[in-house]
């Protein structure tokens, strides 16, 4: 069946340096993906959206990288902050099925 | 942007009753609805699709007997987890899409986390 997955679980990274998260996809129909960050207890936060007719979208501190040939999107955050800190998800539009997951770990 | 309200926002239940919640969407009307678990340290899992008027959509696996979504108007869902039994024990969320700078986005309610005891 279709599924969004990603490739780590957990990414530490330290203050002031940039993360990268993944996220790969297997519906070829998917046209539309949004990056949410959830905190703990709380439901999901919109982060960045793109469409599948653009390979790069940015926005304040975050970029999103969809590469369309190997089904795959990143997302980057630059300077990352300990407020970063949260689970990120990529989900597909279609029915907004999400992956599995990301937990961001900011340390000073 | 765009609100979702979701209530309760914690719930305990003793095992055997049933609990509902509530899903708003306070300043825009939607048509569809979802309705998401998210067990700990998983990822959200798409439970069913409510639509307004009509009867909802369930994912492969979820017992829509159990699970009763209504979505009587544009503006509210509700989720009724009948025979409620510790396993239930979860993390639920609501979401809808919305216009937002010219895009759909999805908002999410607050999630509502029930304890069956």
């Known amino acids: 069946g279709e599924s969004v997955g990603l490739h780590l679980p957990t990414l530490s990274v330290q203050e002031g340096d940039n993360s990268i998260i993944n996220c790969a996809y297997s519906n070829s129909a998917s046209d539309y993906f949004i990056w949410y960050k959830q905190e703990s207890g709380k439901g999901p936060q919109f982060i960045i959206d793109i469409r599948s007719n653009m390979d790069k979208r940015q926005g304040q501190r975050v970029t999103v990288l969809l590469n369309k040939t190997v089904k795959h999107l990143s997302l980057q955050i630059a300077a990352t902050q300990p407020g970063d800190s949260a689970v990120y998800f990529c989900a597909d539009t279609d029915k907004l099925i999400f992956g599995t997951g990301t937990r961001l770990q900011v340390f000073p | ?117």
């Open chain 2, 1 to 117: 942007g765009a609100v979702v309200s979701q209530h309760p926002s914690w719930v305990i239940c003793k095992s055997g009753t049933s609990v509902k919640i509530e899903c708003r969407s306070l300043d825009f009307q939607a048509t569809t609805m979802f309705w998401y678990r998210q067990f700990p340290k998983q990822s959200l899992m798409l439970m069913a699709t409510s639509n307004e008027g009509s009867k909802a959509t369930y994912e492969q696996g979820v017992e829509k007997d159990k699970f009763l979504i209504n979505h009587a108007s544009l503006t509210l869902s509700t989720l009724t987890v009948t025979s409620a039994h510790p396993e239930d024990s979860s993390f639920y969320i609501c979401s809808a899409f919305a216009l937002a700078d010219a895009n759909t986005e999805a908002f999410f309610g607050q999630g509502t986390r029930l304890t069956v005891v």
